[in-house]
């Protein structure tokens, strides 16, 4: 990637979590950068910045009292419907730059797109595919159809490099068959006819050589062969057919719209942590009427997601496959790590450094309870390390320490009866912190092919 | 969504299949039939079982009758893969209906319920197809897809 777009990107998706710092309007806290190589802007930051402390330290005596809000909780919580199939769902408005489930994405890289890779891109993309919207730029692809362009692409390439091929191998058949009748002819007009075939054919050959070898490389290819991602409008599958909304106010072609089938789904973990940890999200189970869920509510909401029956929670033990996962994920979450799901390389999570868009997942945390007990066998660890080694990531082994049934129960059971929010968060806490967290990096070794 | 139309919508509108639908077996559990947009790799060659000693359901039986039978089995040959052997150039194929079954991430799958899969579809069809696919969904809305053949596939020539 280039530095160019690596900037662009950053300043995008420049907040890790999403929460809104508010500056007060009266303090100007403007820092300018400092430039290690050059000594005035030395002087510009420090007088800049002494000058900051003393308007800052002014404005306080002044407001004494006055509590500076550093996080913004009076902006309107996100929505977050939660299905009978534990489906953690959040709509995808169309039409505005920051809806919900944009800002959820934006700023840290929570939900996937449940049509998408993982941004939702799916209404832009099928709005392109379904020619309801012609006019776009080469810029406004989503990584989806990058990757699609460029597997048709290299299909072409593979489709020209073949026809070459083939070609090829007909004009020195053609060439084997002429030398072998050479072999037969007596007369020297036809000898002379022959040969003036001949040259003519393995001029061809030579021309087609130079082609094909003008084709060898895909990147060549490439940048002579631009190819087209929605080339000509077919007729719609009946399934895109029911997508249009049939307005029959509206005759005008381009005015048909498209229904958005794509919401953003988040992980019970995410959900938990959104509103456990940021207090971001209200939680609402799907069915109309229903009141928003308490953290405890959710909590056992989420355990139960990953089971096909519900659990009492005086029957859980405090070792639940959640309570990991969300131990390992508040962890990461917490040291400035984006969390997401591993599922594709058979791994709990994956870490990214910044995000999905920005730069590859280097690490695959895979998640085991701390008991001794449960050691899956080292074959299994062996396939798993060689399937992630294969696309280049490092394997983390996470391993839990899990509090005792009853020191887990005795927890459980003061958040059921507390009522004071603040204090319930404390026990939450306090709940948290009784899980603690070791990494194990699982990396193969080759001896033979580390000895200088 | 149950995770039957998660996978339905996830194969229709974000993979573009074609004629998706569901088609429920007499024990109430479903499958997805559909055509996608382009042929998914050719079906290997499978040494089948027997059909009728598939019927008993038990494992440790199939197993064995299947290592018994192996020699006698004809290999079932797949047309497609004669005529890419046999001149060497690929013909572009249709693409052909796939059955996925939708599992969610949690489940345990044993081998006894895939037999049973292949059953129901070979009632529900008249024809046994060679392979399912499993769409396993996990709980951020990702379905991740594998084959499960039914009998041994030769591996894939590269």
């Known amino acids: 990637m280039s530095k160019f777009n690596k900037k662009r990107l950053l300043s995008i998706y420049k907040n890790p979590l999403p929460i809104d710092l508010i500056y007060d309007n009266d303090i100007t806290f403007v820092i300018p950068q400092v430039v290690a190589h050059n000594p005035v802007s030395w002087i510009f930051f420090a007088s800049s910045y002494l000058k900051n402390c003393l308007e800052i330290s002014g404005q306080l005596i002044n407001n004494t009292g006055k509590v500076h809000q550093s996080i913004d909780n009076s902006s309107q919580k996100i929505v977050v419907k939660v299905s009978d199939h534990d489906v953690f769902k959040v709509e995808i408005e169309i039409g505005t730059p920051e809806s919900d489930a ?33 006019q776009y730029s080469e810029k406004d692809l989503t990584s989806e159809e ?166 009492p929670m005086s029957r859980l033990a405090g070792n639940e496959k959640f309570l990991l996962d969300y131990a390992v994920y508040h962890h990461y979450r917490s040291h400035g790590w984006c969390v997401r799901s591993g599922v594709k390389f058979g791994v709990d999570f994956l870490l990214y450094e910044k995000g999905p868009p920005i730069s590859h997942a280097q690490y695959c945390l895979h998640v085991v309870e701390n008991s001794g007990k449960n050691m899956e066998d080292f074959v299994e660890y062996s396939s798993l390390n060689r399937v992630i080694g294969g696309v280049r990531k490092t394997l983390v082994f996470v391993c839990v320490d899990v509090p005792s049934v009853s020191t887990f129960q005795k927890i459980m059971e003061k958040i059921a009866i507390e009522k004071d929010i603040t204090e319930q968060q404390k026990l939450w806490k306090k709940l948290l912190n009784q899980y603690n967290i070791t990494e194990m990096v699982y990396r193969r070794w080759v001896p033979s092919r580390n000895r200088d | 969504m149950s995770l039957v139309d998660q996978v339905k919508t996830n194969l229709t509108y974000y993979n573009l299949w074609n004629e998706t639908k569901v088609i429920e077996f007499k024990d109430g559990s479903k499958i997805i039939a559909g055509v996608p ?13 027997d059909p009728n000693q598939d019927l008993e359901g038990n494992h440790v039986d199939n197993n064995n009758n299947n290592n ?62 060679k392979r399912i696919t499993l769409g396993v969904v996990a709980n951020d809305g990702t379905i991740v897809y594998y084959f499960v053949h039914d009998g041994l596939a030769k591996p894939k020539k590269n």
């Not at chain 1, 070609?167 to 060439?175: A, G, V």
């Not at chain 1, 007369?187 to 084709?215: A, G, P, V």
């Not at chain 1, 409008?233 to 005008?252: C, E, K």
């Not at chain 1, 789904?265 to 869920?293: H, I, R």
Request: charged share 30%; net charge neutral; proline share 5%.
């Open chain 2, 37 to 49: 947009p382009e042929p998914v790799h050719p079906i290997p060659s499978i040494i089948t079982m």
């Open chain 1, 146 to 311: 990058i990757t699609a362009l460029r597997r048709n692409e290299r299909k072409k390439f593979k489709q020209l490099r073949e026809s070459y091929e083939n070609q090829q191998l007909e004009l020195e058949r053609q060439i084997s068959a002429i030398i072998d009748r050479q072999k037969i002819v007596s007369t020297k007009k036809e000898m002379l006819e022959m040969e003036n075939d001949l040259k003519r054919i393995q001029r061809e050959l030579e021309d087609l050589k130079l082609l094909s070898q003008q084709n060898q490389d895909f990147r060549a290819f490439q940048s002579s062969h631009k190819v087209k991602l929605y080339e000509y409008a077919g007729p719609l599958r009946p399934d895109d057919n029911a997508l249009i909304i049939n307005d029959p106010t509206i005759s005008d072609k381009d005015k048909r719209k498209l229904m958005q089938l794509e919401y953003l789904q988040l992980m019970p973990v995410e959900a938990f942590f959104l509103q456990l940890a940021l207090d971001k999200v209200k939680v609402f189970p799907e069915t109309t009427g229903s009141n928003e869920l308490s953290t405890l509510e959710l909590f056992q909401r989420c355990v139960d997601s990953y089971y096909s029956s519900t659990t």
């Open chain 2, 68 to 129: 018994n039978n192996n020699n006698n089995n004809a290999i079932n040959n797949n047309n497609e893969m004669e005529v890419e052997q046999s001149s060497g150039v690929q013909i572009p194929q249709s693409p052909k209906v796939e059955y996925v079954y939708p599992v969610g991430l949690n489940e345990k799958i044993s081998l006894k319920q895939v037999s049973q899969i292949f059953e129901n579809l070979q009632i529900a069809l008249n024809q046994r197809p």
């Open chain 1, 102 to 134: 944009i800002k959820l994405w934006k700023n840290g890289f929570f939900g996937k797109g449940i049509l998408s890779r993982s941004e939702p891109t799916w209404y832009e993309r099928t709005e392109r595919r379904l020619h309801l919207k012609d």
